[in-house]
Structures are given as structure tokens and as C-alpha cells.
């Protein structure tokens, strides 16, 4: 089963789980899968227009997706990891 | 194979004699720099319990240990000394040149003791290769770190980089910064903003430090080979990563107001209405019409996270305009225009002030009814007040606990009389841990954990964690914006030195310098009875299922106890 990585800033939804397994589908369906088992999630990760948020990166076994690459398919041992900036300055 | 920087020496500077001499630098401190040096300094050399404002109090610049060498975002300074804002230990460190200028001189610290008879004299510090020397400087007194700037580089070799103090230090209070110039040499725009450093400066009639480095190169390694490899790899590993932070960290405003950690109105709400504006995207849309743009704040930086800021004609206006400042005065605050705030973080790069204290003792104003919530105008006349040193411009020049007792407020968020930073304790409960047990108050680059899914058995740990990967980084000279580990650092430690760092070597040495500051602070009088946050932490909630810091006691002492290290304290990120 895919498994997609939450960093730290947004495990409050998952209630500090740092990785949620979900079923084979694509990035956008097994970013939803985890939003139907640990909801408000996938606000942090989407903006309204169902595109990744501007300070969201996505990566896919370790390579960078492009942002209007959401239907790209998981399957097996894939990891989709979400990356957030957070720093204070 | 052992080896690496040798023949390294200490500078003492004297300023009831205005006299300086240069000791060896002892060997065995050979991997202390930045903060783990500077509290080792103190704790042998300043009387926790002086006035921080009188002679005997010390201050300390202290480079990393990779300052100067080609290690990538690896100059920073710490500025330490007893902070008259908390009354215990402080160490707030800074980008620029100046640190990389004095480690290639192989000066690994200043150390500045006494105070001139004459409170009205002012001084400078003149360190280049011929030499140490105190100049008298009065025609600088009272001078904005700017034009301040300006003067000396029209006096010295363009290669120097300049410290300084604006008029806030010089009017000793308690919110004043120490001022690095950047890269270029040009701007004073770099700064040790928290605890009030400014005033230690300013109380000693130390107006500026000027390093001229000549024609020094790069600090060699003892194992080039091993540290040029790890350079090469750790850069082109950074320059393949996401870059998080090479829009700035005013790009994470949207982020910390989706967590609800992106105070508004004194903290009384945890998101502004007003992130859109405030949100750095604006700043870098205003690069192409305007110029600006992002550079590395010093020589070697590959995270280039500092936006240069320009005006509507196209004229510099300040740099770098961060995450916190935006946070601190302008959501805190009601203000809703970057602009705004651009102008306000120029005033306090000016006056010399740290931006997150004087935004959240302005919000402490407005909170009080005494100045309207979102009046920029008055807050830009307010910093020119404090330069000035009115009644209520020292008050806000002293911080937000100084500014609720001048108006008569209670409502004050701050840890050992240090305002809160944005991040706040309320939804990020074990980054409220650090700020009830640090050594420094409330201070988010002590140990931040942006993660508001910990469950309460896991914040001791993770507070504890990341106090001692930041410990280790801000002694390292490395940014925290870089966001090395542990092994990182001892990698490149034992590729300087020739010799094996351990694992248990830098846990060690990140615990002994949380034990020597909160030694320090005992010495000064703080107990386990300090270790809290202001009452408004505890009573008003925030967050979207509304939360107040409600972490035991019993957590919190957790947090000072030290812990077995596991895996995950040497492959933790420092993040600041």
C-alpha cells in the first residue's frame, strides 16, 4: 500500500501520526483517503481550487511532482511525502 | 590524523581602561564556539547576579567554530552577555561578515568587560591584521546604525564589516539589537535582536566594532580532502531539497495562520484577516516592478533566504523582512500592508531594536486602548520616539512587560519577561515547553516543534531535543535555516580537526551548554518557579477547538532533566 509521510506541522489532523498507508490510486486520491480518516487534513495540503498550497512541496519516492501532476498514480511500496516551510526568522 | 585551525587567540577588551590585549584561545575549546562558548565565558568570568547594565556585567561576540572556513551558511555570531530584558543568561546571534571577518583573523571571541567612567563617551573597537585597538568615537554618539554604517565605511578599508549599536543601545534599553552589516559590508540590516544585547553594548560606550580581514583567506581544515567532499555534498544535497526557504521566511505566513500561530491583536486570536497582505508572496511580486530580490545575507550562503525590500521608486528600503517581524508588527499589531511593516523594521534596524519585542510591546499599547489597533502611522512615530528616549518611548524601548507596567496592562504574553514570538505555545504546546525551560525565555530559536499532533507524554522529549540540536547548531556558526543535524555538524567537526567527533561527544556538548546558562541563571536568582509562562498563555485560548497552555509542571521539569539520547537527537533538523 502507497504510504504518505505528513510533516510535523500538519499531523494535528492526524493526531500526530507521521505516515497514514491508503489504497492504490493517485496522488489526489490518496491524499483524500487521508482526509476521510483524519479530517481537515487535506485543507493544509490543497488550496479551494484543489491545487497543492504555493508553500507545499510534493514528492514522489524522493522526486519532486509538479503541482498539475495530482493524478499521477501510487501504487505498492510508493511514498508520497508533503514538505511545508517552516522556519521563523 | 589531527590538525586543523591553529594559533587562534581571544581578544579582552577593557572599557574602564579602554584597552585590549589578545590572549591565546585555549585548545581545549577548540570545538566551543558561538552560544556553547559564550555561556562557558560568562559562567567563568561574569557575577550572574551584576547589573546588566554596570561594569561587571560581559559581553561576548563569539563566531561558530566553522566561521571563516568554506563549510556553507557558516558565519554566524553569537552576541552574549546578561540581558537586562530577562535578567539571566542571553545569546542571540546574527548573519553578516563580521563573523567570518574575525574567524579569518583566527580571533575565535570578544570578550568586552568594564565600563568608562564618562557615561557620555563612546568608543569603538578597531580589530584588523596589525592589531587590536580602542578609538574614541563621540563624533558617532547617537547616530542610527545606518548612517553610523555609512561614516565608517567612508573611514575604513571597503573589506570590513562593522557591529554596531543604534541609539536604543546607547539609551541602554532593554529591547535594543547588536547590528551586523551583511554580506556587501554595506547594511547594518543583520541583527542579535532578543534580550536586549543592544543596552550591554550601549552601557559599555561601545558604539561599534569595526574587522578589517585584508587579504585572509578561508580557515584550512586539518582534513581538506573529507572537508571539501562534505562542503560539495552537503551543498548540492541542499540545492536538490525543496528550498523551503528561497522565497524568505516571509513565505510561511499563510502556513503559521492556517495553524492558528499567527498572532493578531495582542494574541487574542491565533490568525489575522489580514495574511493575504502580510503573506511574502506580496514581497516577491514586488521584485519585478520594483527590483530587491532574494541574496545571502553572508559570504557562502547556498539557503539565500534574505529579501532585499525596495520602496515604490525603486529604492532600497531594508532587508531582510522576515516572517517574525511581519508576525510581531504587523498582525500583532492590526497592521494589514507589508509596506508598512517594511518601514517598521527599517526604524528598528535604525534605532537598534529587536522586532519582535518592540512589536509586541506596541500591541501591548494598543491592547491598553492608549494607540489605535493598525495606526502605522503612530507606530513609525513611536520608533522615532524611542530614538528619542521620551517616557513612552523608553517604555516600548524596554519591551512588552516594561510597556505593560508604563500603561497599566495586564494582558503581556512573555516567558521570563521575553515577549512570544509568532509561534505560539497555545496550539504548539512543546515548543511552549522550550520557552518555559530555556535558559533564554521566550524564544523561538531555542527549540521550535511546529507540530501540533505531539501527544503531551512526547513534548519533554521533543522540547529537550531540539533545545540541544539548537544548542549545538547555534555553536557550529552554521543557520538554522540550513537545518543541520547533529551528525552534520560532527562531520564536518571531525573534518576540521582530524579527529573523531562522537555522537555522545555532541550530546555532550549540547547539554553542557544548556547546564552552564541555566547555572548562569540560577546564579542570578531564577528557580523552578520561573520555569512559566504569563498568565494570559493560560487563560486566553486560541486555535480552531479553542486551547490554552495547559502542559504540566511535571512535563515541564521533565524537560530539564537529561535524557538517554535516541536516534532521532543526532538526525533531528535544527529549525529556528
Redesign the interface.
Known amino acids: 500500500m502507497p504510504v504518505v509521510i505528513v510533516p510535523p506541522p500538519y499531523r494535528g489532523p492526524t493526531g500526530g501520526a507521521a505516515e497514514v498507508k491508503v489504497e492504490d490510486g493517485s496522488v489526489r486520491a490518496c491524499l483524500e483517503a487521508v482526509e476521510q480518516e483524519h479530517p481537515g487534513f487535506l485543507g493544509q495540503v490543497l488550496d479551494g481550487g484543489g491545487q497543492p498550497h504555493r508553500f507545499v512541496r510534493l514528492f514522489v519516492n524522493g522526486e519532486p511532482l509538479a503541482s498539475d501532476a495530482l493524478e499521477t498514480a501510487l501504487a505498492g511500496d510508493d511514498r508520497l511525502e508533503i514538505v511545508a516551510a517552516i522556519a521563523g526568522g | 590524523m589531527a590538525g586543523g585551525p591553529s594559533g587562534d587567540r581571544i581578544i579582552y577588551v577593557d572599557m574602564t581602561s579602554q584597552s585590549a590585549e589578545v590572549r591565546d584561545f585555549p585548545a581545549e575549546w577548540k570545538l566551543l564556539g558561538g552560544r556553547a562558548l559564550s555561556a562557558k565565558i560568562l559562567l567563568a568570568e561574569c557575577d550572574p547576579a551584576c547589573d546588566p547594565l554596570g561594569p561587571d556585567n560581559v559581553l561576548v561576540m563569539a563566531p561558530g567554530v566553522l566561521s571563516g572556513t568554506a563549510a556553507p551558511t557558516s558565519g554566524r555570531i553569537s552576541i552574549g552577555g546578561k540581558s537586562p530584558l530577562t535578567g539571566g543568561i542571553k545569546e542571540a546571534n546574527a548573519g553578516g561578515n563580521p563573523g567570518q571577518h574575525l574567524m579569518k583573523l583566527g580571533f575565535r571571541a570578544i570578550v568586552v568587560k568594564g565600563q568608562p567612567a564618562d557615561a557620555d563617551a563612546r568608543y569603538g573597537l578597531e580589530i584588523d591584521g596589525d592589531g587590536v585597538r580602542v578609538v574614541a568615537a563621540d563624533e558617532y554618539k547617537g547616530l542610527w546604525n545606518y548612517a553610523l554604517c555609512e561614516r565608517l565605511h567612508g573611514r575604513y578599508p571597503k573589506e570590513s564589516s562593522f557591529i554596531s549599536c543604534g541609539p536604543a543601545g546607547e539609551l541602554r534599553l532593554a529591547g535594543a539589537s547588536v547590528a551586523c552589516t551583511d554580506q556587501d559590508n554595506r547594511y547594518p540590516a543583520r541583527h542579535a535582536a532578543r534580550g536586549g544585547l543592544g543596552a550591554v553594548m550601549g552601557a559599555k560606550g561601545l558604539k561599534f566594532v569595526m574587522v578589517d580581514p585584508g587579504k585572509t583567506s578561508a580557515r584550512q581544515p586539518a582534513d581538506r580532502k573529507a572537508f571539501g567532499a562534505l562542503c560539495k555534498q552537503y551543498t548540492k544535497d541542499y540545492l536538490a531539497g525543496?528550498q523551503?526557504?528561497k522565497t524568505?521566511?516571509?513565505?510561511?505566513v499563510?502556513?503559521a495562520n492556517?495553524?492558528h500561530t499567527f498572532p493578531y491583536k495582542n494574541r487574542t486570536e491565533g490568525q489575522s484577516p489580514d495574511a493575504q497582505t502580510l503573506d511574502g508572496?506580496r514581497i516577491v511580486e514586488s521584485f519585478e516592478e520594483r527590483g530587491g530580490g532574494m541574496h545571502n545575507c553572508m559570504t557562502g550562503c547556498i539557503v539565500k533566504?534574505s529579501n532585499v525590500v525596495h520602496d515604490a521608486e525603486g529604492n532600497y528600503k531594508t532587508s531582510?523582512l522576515?516572517?517574525?517581524?511581519l508576525t510581531l508588527l504587523g498582525a500583532n499589531c492590526a497592521v494589514s500592508s507589508w509596506e508598512d511593516v517594511a518601514d517598521l523594521d527599517r526604524l528598528c534596524d535604525e534605532v537598534g531594536l529587536d522586532t519582535i519585542e518592540t512589536g509586541a510591546a506596541i500591541a501591548v499599547l494598543m491592547d491598553s486602548g492608549q494607540m489605535d489597533w493598525g495606526d502605522a502611522p503612530a507606530m513609525k512615530a513611536l520608533l522615532e520616539e524611542i530614538a528619542k528616549g521620551t517616557d513612552r518611548g523608553k517604555a516600548i524601548g524596554n519591551g512588552a512587560v516594561a510597556t505593560g507596567k508604563y500603561a497599566k496592562h495586564g494582558r503581556v504574553p512573555h516567558a521570563k519577561g521575553q515577549a512570544m514570538?509568532?509561534?505560539d505555545p497555545r496550539?504548539l504546546k512543546a515548543t511552549g515547553v522550550t520557552y518555559c525551560t530555556s535558559p533564554m525565555g521566550a524564544d523561538?530559536?531555542a527549540g521550535?516543534?511546529?507540530?501540533?499532533?505531539?501527544?503531551p507524554d512526547?513534548f519533554a522529549w521533543e522540547s529537550q531535543k531540539a533545545q540541544i540540536v539548537n544548542a549545538v547548531c547555534d555553536s557550529s556558526g552554521f543557520c538554522?535555516?540550513l537545518q543541520p543535524t547533529m551528525d552534520d555538524i560532527r562531520g564536518f567537526y571531525a573534518a576540521l580537526y582530524g579527529e573523531d567527533v562522537s555522537r555522545e561527544a555532541i550530546h555532550d556538548q549540547g547539554w553542557e551548554c544548556l547546564e552552564d546558562e541555566w547555572k548562569f541563571n540560577s546564579g542570578a536568582g531564577f528557580g523552578d518557579e520561573d520555569d512559566v509562562l504569563s498568565e494570559p498563555m493560560l487563560k486566553d485560548p486560541i486555535g480552531?477547538a479553542p486551547t490554552v497552555f495547559d502542559v504540566s509542571d511535571d512535563i515541564v521539569r521533565a524537560a530539564k532533566q537529561r535524557m538517554p539520547a535516541a536516534e532521532d537527537l543526532f538526525t533531528t533538523k535544527a529549525?529556528?
Do not use: R, Y
Request: charged residues 5%; glycine residues 8%.
Open positions: 525543496p523551503m526557504f524568505g521566511t516571509s513565505s510561511v499563510p502556513v492556517m495553524l508572496a533566504c531582510a522576515e516572517f517574525e517581524t514570538p509568532a509561534w496550539p523561538h530559536t521550535l516543534i511546529v507540530n501540533p499532533g505531539l501527544q512526547q538554522q535555516f480552531a529549525t529556528g
